[in-house]
């Protein structure tokens, strides 16, 4: 997976953000399609390098109240408690999120007059019926890697991907104008896009098919301080909104551990402001990454969300 151009969002944009927060419905959260019943607690299991391109420009708030101004939320205080609220940035034309998840424009909100702010409420995420996904191909993809891609996710779960015909909803694989790999989360409705550059490679579509089943990146779960620690002031601070925690009920639809060889998870250098690790294992230590294949956690999660023919989306 690849994130480049992202626009930086202001991080004095809080207390209007923690305010649109407090209003959400903690009912809010995933159509499961399947029964994920609790079991104990397992360990975890022991995995894409992303390069932070240049940062664009940042604008600030000021504000004409008389009231006293409280001080500001550091990054850490913000983006750790868990949010339905995500920051956006444009990348080459497309609203995105958490780095690399596209956003209809239609849903999303403008957060401050005359600023760059805005803001997606991610509600709820529709998963696909039966675990058929219809797909289409642009002929100027990387189609050989797609159909890799494509081949392991079929040859490992009940998820099956066939030729668009006329069904209403359905992706379409289409190249990208820059050095990006870009996917909607879940079964938005109608024609998505899996937006993808040439040099993407098989692992980097298989994360992007992974946000297109549903799943958010494991970095980003509710539970995650348990297993990992986010070291704030090694984060170039323009990225630091893509370390936002998403509640469970949209970060974890099925009930399955924190997973170190997730295709999903960031890398220890995520957005590295140096040369120290921006995520680590509670005791400090940097992980190894898997940018290969699903791991055996990815495979478990797709099969349990898609369970053979309950999924209903």
Known sequence: MRLTKIVPLSVLVLGIWLSMESRESKEL???SPTDTSQSPPMAPSRAPNIKPSTPGQTKTLGSDSIQPTPPPLSDRDLYRKP???LPVGMVEDRWVTQGDVLVDPAD???GVEGTAFRMVKMAQVSYWREGRVPVAL???VNTTTVKAAIAEIEAQ??????AHEDEPDFIVFRPAHADLCQSYLGRKGGEQEVVLAASCSKGQVLHELMHALGFVHEHSR???DRYIKIVWDEILPAYRNQFQKVPAAVSQPVDVPFDFESILLYPSYAFSAGERPTITEPGGSAYSVNRAMLSLLDVEKVNLLYGGAAAKG
């Not at 779960?157 to 066939?162: G, I, Q």
Request: proline share 5%.
């Open 157 to 162: 779960t009940r998820v099956r991907f066939v």
């Open 83 to 85: 949010s339905l609220i």
């Open 29 to 31: 959260g995933a159509t």
């Open 138 to 140: 642009d002929p100027n």
């Open 222 to 224: 509710e539970d995650r």
């Open 108 to 110: 999303v909100q403008d």
